[in-house]
Structures are given as C-alpha cells and as structure tokens.
Nanobody, 121 residues
Framework: VQLQAFGGGVVQDGGSLKLSCAASGRTFSSYNMGWFRQAPGKEREFVAAISRSTYYADSVKGRFTISRDNAKNTLYMQMNSLKPEDTAVYYC??????????????????WGQGTLVTVSS
C-alpha cells in the first residue's frame, strides 16, 4: 500500500488543522492505520491509531481525533487546541490486520512521506 499525507500548514496556538492520508489499494479497510510525528531533534513518536477501535497518546487525548473513510481509502486526523509543542512532521502509517490497535513504530510496514505542522505561539 502507498500512502500520501497532506493537510499540514502553519496555525496559531489554539487553532485547528485536519490532516488527511490517501492510501492506494483495494484492501484499505483491512489495515490498522496510525499517525506518528517527529519534532526537530526528537525521535518519531506515536500519536494515534485506528483499527476496530482507536487509541491516542496521552499528549493529544481529548484534542485530536483519528478517523477513516474506507470508501475513500482515506485516513484523517482532526487536530484541535493545537499547541507549539505539537509542531512536527506528521506521518501516516499502515499495518495489515485489525486484531489490535498498533502503537509502536516497528509494528507498521508502510509509511507516508510526512506533512509539516507548525504551531506558532
């Protein structure tokens, strides 16, 4: 599966942004999908994932919402109440199978190219 993330940009502290990730292939609905992010000088970290359920990192819980439209082969993440510490390159990722909601980088096989989110204070 090929992934392409888009929707990043510059937003003010407290603002909102919605990321999208378009996936190729006809079995998108069978994939666990996730969002990760990497801030400058830091390791890539888990943000949110969706399979038959959703899971969020504590740092974004209550502010970010992950969702998917299987008919459009698209993953989304609505980001509200953005903070400067949310500034990072955001990556979408996919792993085949819905048995559980995956949260580790090494559990994902496919990655998008990343989209930059900058939150200004």
């Amino acid at each position: 599966v090929q992934l392409q993330a888009f929707g990043g940009g510059v937003v003010q502290d407290g603002g909102s942004l919605k990321l999208s990730c378009a996936a190729s292939g006809r079995t998108f609905s069978s994939y666990n999908m996730g969002w990760f992010r990497q801030a400058p000088g830091k390791e890539r970290e888990f943000v949110a994932a969706i399979s038959r359920s959703t899971y969020y990192a504590d740092s974004v819980k209550g502010r970010f919402t992950i969702s998917r439209d299987n008919a459009k082969n698209t993953l989304y993440m609505q980001m509200n109440s953005l903070k400067p510490e949310d500034t990072a390159v955001y990556y979408c990722a996919a792993a085949y199978g819905l048995a559980y909601t995956r949260r580790r980088r090494d559990e994902y096989n496919y990655w998008g190219q990343g989209t930059l989110v900058t939150v200004s204070s």
